[in-house]
Every structure is written in structure tokens, then in C-alpha cells.
């Protein structure tokens, strides 16, 4: 006890005597942020790139976000959540004093509409099926007004049935498909919300002129005191990301949005005086080659698992400038449900051979491996080439743009596809995300993403059980559950694990924040409301 | 003269027809599916479904492009399919970037094509007459896309003369200079044959003996007859221009419907890749007619029919 106090008091003793670390930046200043390509829409229940997601996070809340740079989960428009015993019913109490961006108070009745402006068949969401665990969803995807599972309370509680008890559904309502927006403001759009957002975020809409520029400008009545750190965005359109990463060393701008070309990438980073200007962060992302489990010689589990040792993952990250890690498993290390343990199959030629001779193939076969035609996937797919035909596989590169490979992927008739540029970055950090869209038996086909064809319904139904362990004390069985299914899993070998990317981002040195902030694995690639301007302190 | 224009607008109104026609055939020939881009990758193949006939694509081709033209007719282009915006708004706030950049790029390229061309047949067979050919096949030659590099590298990076990139009147001069090495060096090729056979002319021959000094005959009587064919040929190489924009206005950031196309073609966004399409075809068919209406300004003698 006694130590207890004194650690306590020299806690206090310590926060005294450092002011300025323990207080919060001061506001004010701006940042300037390129992109290559214009942003496709500021909607949240639309967009679903990586460019837009993060843009539109700064505009838009929902109840729950994360800590910021982190995975961690906190409330944000809720002040609190209850769940219920049954893990079936989600009552939400909304913050005092929530305002949107035209001034209106935030209501229940505004999350209600949000969700269901997700699911509604007009709106064309790419989201909406995150919410067919909520009940009425069906009823509503078929013509029903409303989702019957959402309700009211009062106009501070929203309370949210599901059809199953569902532990990832805080991490669904995190989405930026839950995203709180005002009818009034979507109706006045007429069908054009996506570039006059009004939402209850940090930053507020000011203008977007398509192909130049987006300002956005600090929400003075913003929900959390004194953030946002900065008083205006202004993300530039149009700027090839050599220029921007040449403007940014003159001073012009403050963000490379589209990252470091890689013919600059090892100029750049050898510099030293870029040192304390680059951000490196992991990222929720696997790149992989899929085999395809429904096509022969592929279906046969000893060639998978040789392919798995055949290819040389470390010579394909120094192919990446290494800008990321040999991948030993589908989840990337900053996923929860990671398992450290879990080495992978070790590059290994002759144990290669043996096992195909073993299948059957001595003299190995003649296959295809697709990829996306854009650099560094063209180079990527003809290393691993170059690694199989060691092993005596011929594979030839079938090099295409990105729907046609989504295209052969979705109708499994690809008996290879590198992923690289199309899957697979996480929507939310849970190991589940990875699992039922590309490895579950329900994407097989029919343009699902689950390019391998890999159908096993005994982990599809551990995958169930794992997702019902709702309550918090259950949380660590349950990642000890999903542990256990990917390595399973990694015994049938439907995929090969490649590498994991890391984020670098490139940032003037008048901008201030912790690194995790500019590579934040939500917030991708940055939290634009935490980050701050040296200049104003 | 009104006659001519109507005839000409009629004909406009045929070439968008086919334009979009054959526009729309050979989207629907890619080997993709703009539905697997556009409903996520959480989609069920229900939802799948029903986002397809929500976008219309369920139906016949036929029936689609009877749609559209419908549409079109009553000046609706549809709506992206991956911004979910009025494809008409997007266009409009784009047109006027590229509408200015082809203005400027088609003036840069005469100054730079014309007197190059001019000096090089009073030149003719000499050391510069020579270099001047070799720079203007180099020029035509080069990608637009390793010319607008160049050109940002030096002028905008290393020497810090222009902006790198962006939107404004500084900023249209390196695309606009881009375009014109490759525009204005192919009109440097057909200044001097053009000028050569002009100054083998009587009225030349005339005009010297008269009295005049050689620059005022060539300037006079010779570069005004010699300009004509570059004029026409400025006319029917919009589609050229057009072309070269596209990728110039990617280098630079110019934004433009050039940037908006190329975008749209990554997305498979069908709306937006057919509705520029034809707003380009509209410019182009347009900019031949302008290019026709001002032959006879410059040679009274030709008469429009």
C-alpha cells in the first residue's frame, strides 16, 4: 500500500514537473496533403477505399472508434454501451451536446437512419452486409422501410437487436458504413451527399473542386475538447507522387499521400536528414498467392503445401525495397489472434521436390498464376515463377488489370493469384475480417473473394462458436480460438502467405505526432485529427 | 453559311451516335464486372444481384443503351457508378480545365511549329534547317508522359521557375509546353513543305521582283498561303490533341476530364468512361467545325458549301 502511494506520488511529482508532455498540443496551423488521383466520394455509407476511408473518418463519427494509431476500441459518439447476457441486444447512450456540422443536435433517430441508409438497396453501399447480423436485415434488403432491430429509446439511446450473438459487432458499428449523417443534409444533396458531406467530426466541409482540391476546416463544437490539433486540411488532387514527394522537400506540402515511389524509396530513406520525417507502422494488411483447392493439380494438399516451400518470401521483400516482413500465417502481426509461434513453411527447394514427387509429379506440371498489372505485382508474380520452376512447376504470368483478376478470382477459375494491389487490408482489427470473406466456404464463387476455392465447413463452424463468445471475460478464449483455426488451416495450405507491408509515410517536418499516428492501421494511412503543426505551439 | 453550319451540327449529331454506340459495345466487352468492384467484398451474391439490377446492368445490351440515349437526349449522363454523383456534374466542373489547356497547348504549339518550320524551308539543306528537323522528330518521337517529366524536373524542381503541378495560369504553361513539343514539332514538318512549295511559287518570284525585301514577301504573301494547310490540320488532329491531353493532364495534375477518363477507366466506372468519351467527341466534332469556319477568314478565296 504504502509503495502504492509513493509511486503515486511520484507520479504527480513527475506530471508537475514536466508541463509540457503531459499537456495537449495547441491548435491551430494547417497541413497539405497530395494525392495522385481526385478522392471518389466523402459519403460514408459509399466510400470503401483506402484513400477516401480515412478522409471521410475526420468529417464523420460513429458510436464507437479506436484509440488513436492504436486497434483498441473506445466509445466515441456512445458515451457507453451495455451488451446484453445473450450477447443479442446492444443499448447505446449517446454523448451530451452532440452537434452536426449545420448545428443540429445529434438524436438516436439520426443512428437509426445511418445504419439503415447502409442497408437500403438505393443507396448501393458496398457496407451494407456488414449489418445482416442485425435483426430485420433481410426484411429490409427486401423492400421493408427500416431495419425492425434498431430502435429509439429516447433521443440518447439506440438499442440494436441482432439475429446471433456476434463478437465482432462493435468493431462492425465502428465501420464508416455506421457513420452518423443528417437526413435533412442527405435529402437537400439530392443524390449528391458524397461531395457535400455534413457529418458530426473533427473537421467540417468546406469545398472540393473536383480534380484540384479539399479543404476542411476545424469543427469548432467537435465532441472532444481541443481536438482537432490542426485548424485546416487541404488535400491537393492531381499530384504524381514523384512530384509530391519532390514538393515535399521543398516545403510546398506536408503529406505524400500516395506514400514513397519505390525508384525513390531507398534515396530517400538512406538520407539522413529524413530520419525523423518518415513514419513506419505496420499495417492489417497479407499479401498471398491463393491456390486453387478446386482445380487439379492444385487440389491436391502435398503441392499446395510444396508451393508453400518452394517460394522465397525473403527475396520477394528485398524485391519490395523491404518494405514489409516475410509473411508465416494469414494474419498480419498487428492483428489480435496472431500467433508468434507459428513459423510458417520454411523455404526449403529439395523437400519441395520431395513432396511433389511424393503427390505424384516428379517432373512437376504447367499452371498459371495470375496478377494485377500494375508495379511491383508483375515482378512479384515472375519471382515467385522463377521459384517454381525451380522446383520443376512451370507457371505462366497471366498480367491483367485489376476487374479482370477480381473477375477470374470471383468465378475460381484462376488456378494462382498473387493479391498484391486488390486484398487483402482489414476493414476492422479483429481475426474474424480475415476469415469468412476470403477463407470462409460462403465466398466461394459467384464473385466472392475467397479466390482458392478453400472450402472446409469444420473451421466455418468453429469460426461460428469462436464468434459467439460475446461477453468481454470471453474475449482472450476467443482469440485463442481463431489462434487455433488459421493454424489448422495453414495445414491445408490454400494459400501461400507472402509478405505483410508496412506504411511509410513521408511528412514535413513542421508537422508533430506520434509516428503511430501517421501510419494509424485504421485511420489509414493517417489520423489527420491527432496530428498537429509545430508552428502554432 | 447557316446552311453549311446546320448540315455540319446534323453530321455531329450521327458521329456521337456511333461514338457512344461503339463506346458502350466495347466496355461491355471487357472481361470484368464492374459489380464485383462496386459491391465490396462482403457481398453475398444476392446482394450482388440486386445491386445489378438497382445499376440496370441486368438488362439486355440493347436495351441499355436505348436507356441511356434516352437519358442523354434529355441531357442526364447517368450517374457514376463508383462516386454515386451526376456524372453531368463531374464533366462540368472539369470541362473548362481542359477546354483551357487545349486553347493554350494549341497556341503553344503554333508558336513553337510555325516560324521553326518557316526558318528551317528559308534554310533549306543547311545546318539549322537540318537541326531543326532531327528536333522535331525527336519531339513527335518522345512519350508526352517522359516529355512532361522532364520538363517538371527541370523547370519546376531544379531551376524552380514554374509550379510543379496543379491549377492556375502559371501552372498551364509546361503541360501546354508538353503537348507543344510533340504538336508543334509535327507542325514544324508540315510548315516547311508546306513553305517550301509556297516559296517556289510565281506570286513569290513576283513579289521579290517588285521590290520587296525577302522577310515582307515571306511573311506577306508566303506564310499566309503556307499557313492554310496547318490551320485544317489543327482541326483534324483534335483527336490527337485530345489524346495527348489525357495523359498530360495525369502528369500534371491538370484538372481536366483527361484526369477524370483515367480515373474512371481504373475504376471501371462505365458512366463516367462513356460520358467523357462523348463530351470529347463533342470538342473534337466541334473544334473541326471552328477549325473549317475559319479557313475562308484567313484565304477569302475558299468558300464554305
Known amino acids: ?126 457496407g451494407g452486409g456488414y449489418f445482416s447480423v442485425i435483426k430485420g436485415y433481410d426484411e429490409m434488403v427486401g423492400g421493408a422501410p427500416g431495419l425492425s432491430g434498431i430502435t429509439a429509446a429516447d433521443d440518447k439511446t439506440v438499442v440494436i437487436q441482432l439475429n446471433r450473438p456476434d463478437a465482432t459487432f462493435l468493431h462492425v458499428i465502428a465501420l ?52 482537432p490539433y490542426l485548424d485546416k486540411l487541404t488535400f491537393e488532387f492531381g499530384q504524381d507522387p514523384t512530384v509530391a514527394v519532390l514538393r515535399l522537400q521543398k516545403g510546398e506540402i506536408d503529406i505524400a499521400g500516395d506514400g514513397i515511389p519505390p525508384a525513390q524509396f531507398n534515396e530517400i530513406m538512406s538520407d539522413s536528414a529524413n530520419k525523423d520525417l518518415i513514419a513506419v507502422g505496420d499495417q492489417l494488411h497479407t499479401g498471398y498467392v491463393t491456390l486453387n483447392a478446386k482445380m487439379p493439380p492444385l487440389d491436391n494438399v502435398k503441392v499446395r503445401q510444396a508451393i508453400n516451400m518452394a517460394i522465397n518470401k525473403d527475396r520477394i521483400v528485398k524485391l519490395i525495397n523491404n518494405r514489409g516482413v516475410p509473411a508465416t500465417q494469414p494474419l498480419p502481426p498487428a492483428m489480435p489472434g496472431y500467433d508468434k509461434d507459428q513459423k510458417g513453411y520454411a523455404f526449403d527447394p529439395n523437400k519441395a521436390k520431395a513432396l511433389l514427387t511424393e503427390a505424384g509429379f ?70 474474424a475480417n480475415f476469415y469468412y470473406g476470403i477463407l470462409g466456404c460462403s465466398s466461394v464463387g459467384n464473385g466472392g473473394w475467397n479466390w482458392a476455392g478453400y472450402c472446409n465447413e469444420a473451421l466455418d463452424q468453429r469460426a461460428n462458436q469462436a464468434d459467439s463468445m460475446v461477453a468481454a471475460e470471453q474475449a482472450a478464449a476467443r482469440t485463442d480460438a481463431w489462434k487455433g483455426i488459421y493454424n489448422d488451416l495453414m495445414k491445408d495450405a490454400p494459400w501461400v502467405p507472402i509478405f505483410n507491408e508496412k506504411r511509410f509515410t513521408y511528412h514535413s517536418a513542421r508537422l508533430g505526432g506520434d509516428a503511430s499516428l501517421f501510419t494509424d492501421p485504421i485511420h489509414i494511412p493517417v489520423n489527420y485529427d491527432f496530428i498537429y503543426n509545430k508552428d502554432a505551439q | 453559311m447557316i446552311a453549311y453550319i446546320v448540315r455540319r451540327l ?75 454523383v451526376d456524372v453531368s456534374l463531374l464533366i462540368a466542373a472539369r470541362l473548362p480545365a481542359t477546354l483551357q489547356l487545349m486553347a493554350a497547348a494549341i497556341v503553344a504549339s503554333l508558336l513553337l511549329g510555325l516560324p521553326a518550320g518557316m526558318y528551317a524551308a528559308m534554310r533549306r539543306g543547311t545546318l539549322p534547317d537540318k537541326a531543326a528537323m532531327i528536333a522535331s522528330f525527336a519531339g513527335v518521337s518522345a512519350p508526352q508522359f517522359v516529355v512532361g517529366l522532364l520538363l517538371l524536373y527541370l523547370f519546376a524542381y531544379k531551376l524552380g521557375w514554374l509550379p510543379m503541378g496543379g491549377y492556375g495560369l502559371a501552372n498551364i504553361i509546361l503541360p501546354a509546353l508538353t503537348v507543344a513539343v510533340a504538336n508543334g514539332g509535327w507542325y514544324s514538318r508540315m510548315m516547311r513543305s508546306s513553305m517550301i512549295e509556297v516559296l517556289s511559287q510565281d506570286y513569290m518570284r513576283t513579289a521579290r521582283a517588285k521590290g520587296l525585301p525577302r522577310w515582307r514577301a515571306v511573311l506577306n504573301h508566303g506564310f499566309r498561303n503556307a499557313m492554310l494547310p496547318i490551320i485544317a490540320m489543327v482541326g483534324i488532329d483534335m483527336g490527337y490533341l485530345i489524346t495527348n491531353i489525357v495523359i498530360v493532364e495525369s502528369v500534371f495534375g491538370w484538372p481536366g476530364i483527361g484526369q477524370l477518363l483515367w480515373q474512371g477507366i481504373q475504376r471501371l466506372d462505365y458512366t463516367i468512361i462513356i460520358g467523357v468519351t462523348i463530351t470529347a467527341a463533342v470538342v473534337i466534332t466541334l473544334a473541326n467545325l471552328l477549325a473549317d469556319l475559319l479557313t475562308p477568314l484567313i484565304d477569302p478565296r475558299i468558300e464554305l458549301r
Open chain 1, 176 to 227: 464508416n458504413f455506421a457513420f452518423v449523417v443528417p437526413k435533412e443534409e442527405v435529402e437537400k444533396a439530392g443524390g449528391n451527399f458524397g461531395i457535400a458531406p455534413v457529418g458530426t467530426g473533427a473537421f467540417k466541409f468546406v469545398e472540393w473542386v473536383p480534380g484540384q482540391r479539399l479543404v476542411l476546416e476545424r469543427f469548432a463544437d467537435y465532441h472532444e475538447a481541443g481536438v
Open chain 2, 10 to 84: 446534323a453530321a455531329v449529331v450521327l458521329i456521337l451516335l456511333g461514338v457512344s454506340a461503339i463506346t458502350y459495345c466495347l466496355l461491355f466487352l471487357l472481361p470484368a464486372d464492374p459489380v464485383d468492384l462496386l459491391a465490396g467484398r462482403n457481398a453475398t451474391p444476392e446482394m450482388r444481384e440486386a445491386l445489378r439490377q438497382e445499376l440496370g446492368l441486368d438488362q439486355p445490351l440493347p436495351v441499355q443503351y436505348a436507356v441511356y440515349l434516352g437519358k442523354l437526349v434529355q441531357g442526364d449522363m447517368g450517374r457514376s457508378l463508383a462516386q454515386k
Open chain 1, 1 to 126: 500500500m504504502k509503495r502504492i502511494l509513493l509511486s503515486a506520488a511520484a507520479a504527480i511529482a513527475l506530471i508537475a514537473a514536466t508541463p509540457a508532455l503531459a499537456q495537449a498540443p495547441k491548435q491551430g496551423g494547417e497541413a497539405i496533403i497530395t494525392f495522385n488521383n481526385d478522392l471518389t466520394t466523402l459519403d460514408p455509407q459509399v466510400g470503401y477505399d483506402w484513400q477516401n476511408w480515412s478522409v471521410i473518418k475526420s468529417i464523420f463519427d460513429g458510436l464507437m472508434d479506436y484509440e488513436p494509431g492504436s486497434t483498441e476500441l473506445r466509445p466515441d459518439l456512445a458515451e457507453s454501451y451495455t451488451i446484453s447476457d445473450d450477447g443479442q441486444t446492444y443499448t447505446f447512450k449517446l454523448r451530451d451536446g452532440l452537434k452536426f456540422h449545420n448545428g443540429r443536435a445529434v438524436t438516436a433517430d439520426d443512428v437509426k437512419y445511418s445504419i439503415e441508409r447502409a442497408v437500403n438497396p438505393a443507396t448501393q453501399s458496398p
Open chain 1, 362 to 431: 516428379p517432373n512437376g506440371f504447367a499452371t498459371e498464376i495470375y496478377a494485377m498489372n500494375v508495379d511491383p505485382n508483375p515482378r512479384i508474380a515472375q519471382a515467385i515463377q522463377q521459384d517454381l520452376a525451380a522446383v520443376g512447376i512451370t507457371a505462366e504470368v497471366k498480367s491483367l488489370g485489376q476487374g479482370e483478376v477480381i473477375d477470374a478470382g470471383g468465378q475460381t477459375k484462376a488456378p494462382m493469384i498473387w493479391s498484391g494491389g486488390m486484398a487483402w487490408i482489414a476493414d476492422f482489427p479483429d481475426p
